[in-house]
């Protein structure tokens, strides 16, 4: 009588019935009410059977294929890289904040927002683009040695010492005077918001950037005394600006 049963409608009338009633969920419900389904959870992962199936599962092949095709698929690597890139831009924006509220605590002349970049946020941009020399000179100085190497090592020693510090000084100056003329601001600008531009707002001329990046290494020398009159200057502009007749500004609508 059960074979016959079961072999009829009897089965799916069952499961009907019991969706139409809703007894699965009512079940658990109840069950959730009680406190009896946290019980059995917690004892499912207390038994040692789980620990061992879960352990299986990890380590078998077919896990392990998984997840290296998970790691692997495109849509990991995008939410990857747009995880490093909002760290990234969170980390930069602390950093300018930073930087301008510093501005704002070494120039308290200015008591209302002013749109010209003080000596902390200049200074930050300016250690950026020194780094960026250093490796541009490293990569320029490397394949210097290498055709030195093929024609033959140049003496004396002075020498080499006196080219390596023009050489510096020449990667130095294209550096800032192509972007200051090209973009109006550095690299080391960019990531601080910051823009350098003329008295009619535009990009400086290639002379322009070409003064400012000569008394800018005289402004250096010094102990940096050349950009004492920021501190002064109504538009804080240091040396290099004054004799450009630049100036560099806060830029945030150019992100």
Do not use: C
Not at 71 to 85: C, I, K, M, N
Not at 135 to 150: E, K, Q, R
Not at 182 to 196: F, K, Q, S, Y
């Amino acid at each position: 009588m059960i074979d016959r049963a079961l072999a009829q409608s009897l089965p799916e009338d069952l499961v009907y019935s019991l969706v139409q009633h809703r007894v699965p969920e009512r079940m658990a419900a109840e069950l959730a009410r009680t406190g009896a389904l946290d019980r059995l959870v917690e004892e499912a992962l207390a038994s040692p059977h789980t620990n061992e199936l879960v352990d299986r599962i990890v380590q078998s092949e077919e896990m392990k294929r998984a997840i290296r095709e998970l790691a692997a698929s495109p849509e990991v690597r995008e939410a990857v890289a747009l995880q490093t890139a909002g760290f990234a831009e969170e980390l930069l924006v602390e950093v300018r904040g930073w930087a301008r509220r510093l501005d704002a605590r070494i120039d308290r002349r200015h008591t209302v927002a002013t749109p010209y970049a003080g000596v902390a946020t200049r200074a930050i941009a300016f250690t950026v683009d020194i780094l960026l020399v250093v490796v541009l000179f490293t990569l320029v100085s490397g394949f210097v040695a290498l055709i030195s190497s093929l024609v033959g090592t140049l003496r004396p020693a002075w020498l080499v010492g006196t080219l390596l510090g023009i050489g510096w000084g020449l990667v130095a100056g294209v550096y800032l005077v192509f972007f200051w003329s090209a973009a109006g601001r550095t690299p080391g600008m960019h990531l601080l918001h910051l823009r350098v531009r003329d008295a009619a707002g535009k990009h400086p001329s290639v002379v322009r950037a070409t003064v400012r990046a000569l008394t800018t290494w005289i402004s250096i020398v010094p102990f940096f005394a050349g950009y004492l009159p920021v501190l002064f200057d109504a538009r804080r502009r240091g040396l290099p600006d004054l004799l450009a007749g630049t100036e560099v500004v806060y830029s945030d609508r150019d992100g």
